[in-house]
Structure formats: C-alpha cells, structure tokens
C-alpha cells in the first residue's frame, strides 16, 4: 500500500476529484491515538485515509493512502458533496450586501449550496467544502484501517522528526 505525502498526495486527489467533482466527502477528527488528526476523503472511485499532524496551521504535514472501498465513511445524503464550486463575485457581492441592509433572507449559504460542485481552472473564484470537521474519533475503522493508521502515523512522526530535531 502506497503512502503519498504533501504536495503529491495533494496533486492525486486533485486529478481524481477533476476527473468526477461529484459525489466527494471530507472528513476530519483528532485521532484516536496519538495528537493527530484523521481525515476520511471518499470520492466516487476510491477512499483514502489521511494523517494530519495539524488543522491549526497554514502547511501541515499530510500523509495519506488509498483504502478499500467498504472503509468507513459519512452517508452521502447527511451532507452536501464536499469539492469547489465557481462563485461569481458579483453575485455574492450582491447577496451580502442585501442581506446586510436586510433586503434580503437569502444566505451566501444557500448560495452555495445551490451550486454543483465543478473542477476549478486558474483566473476564477471558487469556494471549497464542506469539510465535516467533528471532535469524534475514527473508532470504528476496520482492521486494515487499523494497521494503516498505525502505519500513517509512524511515518508522520518520523517526517516531523526529520523536520524538526527537537520533535519527540
């Protein structure tokens, strides 16, 4: 099992999600472990499991592997579809500002909601989610889920040792 890190686990997730923007969920909680934090990433071909050292700085070390497709995951009907979706900045311009005067109920929410997700180009404004961040522990991972956390998570403490001398 491949374990892709940073900027090349980033790059593969992007082409996949390009190839089928729909259907994609982002789930985020701290580890059940160690101080990490997991992140389940489900699209519509494949699953990964991600260990995140961070959610509270710019650029975490991230390291992340493919997992089979009976992994734990969020019911696609609790949320709506996590990927980018093309904001036109006149439009929400326009929704803040008559929501703000109180012309209008209309949220930036439903807003957005409202539109498909879709694969993002340079040049246009996109936003980006949900990301279901939850304070609960992956406990119910199966047993290969298991390992690949053990493993994810040896690994990302070797990274931050190499990185940082003083780590741990």
Request: proline share 7%; charged share 25%; no cysteine.
């Amino acid at each position: 099992m491949e374990i892709l890190r940073g900027t090349a686990l980033s790059k593969y997730l992007l082409e996949k999600y390009a190839r089928n923007p729909k259907g994609w969920n982002f789930t985020i909680g701290p580890a059940a472990k160690d101080n990490f934090f997991d992140a389940l990433v489900s699209g519509p071909e494949e699953n990964w499991q991600l260990k995140i050292d961070s959610i509270f700085k710019p650029n975490p070390a991230v390291l992340g592997a493919q997992v089979d497709s009976r992994s734990k995951k969020l019911p696609a009907s609790l949320f709506p579809s996590y990927g980018y979706r093309k904001l036109d900045p006149e439009v929400v311009l326009k929704v803040l500002s008559e929501q703000e005067e109180g012309k209008s109920d209309d949220s930036l929410e439903k807003l957005i909601a409202s539109l498909e997700p879709t694969t993002p180009v340079p040049g246009s404004s996109y936003a980006q989610g949900p990301f279901v961040l939850t304070n609960q522990k992956f406990l119910e991972l199966s047993d290969n889920q298991k390992k690949l956390d053990d493993r994810l998570s040896s690994e990302l403490r070797s990274l931050l040792r190499e990185k940082y001398i003083g780590y741990g």
